[in-house]
């Protein structure tokens, strides 16, 4: 079946670094992807998405290019702030099927 | 305006309890679902419905039975509730199912602890 796998975390950074989250997935088909934010006491809410193969999502400064030869959708930030600190949710929305498939999360703490 | 609402915003009750939660969009939306949070962050769907008719449904305990009276509501009903049961429960929506490149709309969740 579909699967995402996200890198762990938590990743603590300071204030200004530049952040990389890793995300992978298997899926047959053309799925979409999607980075979803969860700051502390909310549900999520997108943050990014792409719908088709080197379509690259944007919003925020966050970034994520969608590339099927290495089955990736990694995400980035130049330079994080506090106001960053969430949870990052990496998932796929598969074509011809009904069940969208999370990542498991990927805690983010940036440090003054 | 809230997009997607959920009542109670927590919920603490006795093992063996039945209780509901309740969920509703104003997105005009045609699917929406509930999903589990455990206090890992791990993110499972439980039941989807498109058009008051239910299309998802995963493996989960026949305690758990969702209601869709209209398009724009979805409740969930847990019967004889266990501790397992604790947890965060989030209701989404979407403008339609099997679209791949819809977005997801969460509620605020529901934070459940069973005594």
């Known amino acids: 079946g579909d699967s995402v796998t996200q890198m762990e975390g938590p990743v603590t950074l300071s204030e200004e670094a530049f952040l990389t989250i890793n995300c992978t997935y298997t899926?047959?088909?053309?799925?979409?992807l999607f980075w979803y934010v969860q700051y502390p006491g909310e549900g999520l809410q997108l943050l990014l998405k792409a719908t088709k193969a080197d379509d690259k999502g944007s919003n925020k400064g966050f970034e994520a290019t969608y590339r099927k030869e290495t089955t990736s959708f990694h995400l980035e930030k130049g330079s994080v702030q506090v106001s960053d600190s969430a949870v990052y949710f990496c998932?796929?929305?598969?074509?011809?099927?009904?069940?969208?498939?999370f990542g498991r999360g990927t805690s983010l703490i940036v440090h003054p | 305006d809230t997009a997607v609402s959920q009542t109670p915003k927590y919920l603490v009750t006795q093992m063996g309890n039945d209780k509901s939660i309740k969920c509703e969009q104003n997105l005009g939306h045609d699917t929406m679902y509930w999903y589990k949070q455990d206090s890992k962050k791990f993110l499972k769907i439980m039941f989807s419905?498109?058009?008051?008719?239910?299309?998802i449904n995963e493996t989960v305990p026949n305690r758990f039975s969702p209601k869709s009276p209209d398009k724009a509501h979805l409740n969930l009903h847990i019967n004889s509730l266990e501790l397992g049961d604790s947890a965060v429960y989030f209701c989404a929506s979407s403008q339609v199912a099997g679209d791949n490149g819809e977005t997801q709309y969460f509620g605020p969740g529901t934070r459940l602890l069973v005594l």
């Open positions: 419905y498109n058009n008051k008719e239910l299309i």
């Open positions: 998932a796929l929305n598969p074509g011809g099927s009904y069940i969208p498939t």
């Open positions: 899926a047959t088909g053309y799925p979409s």
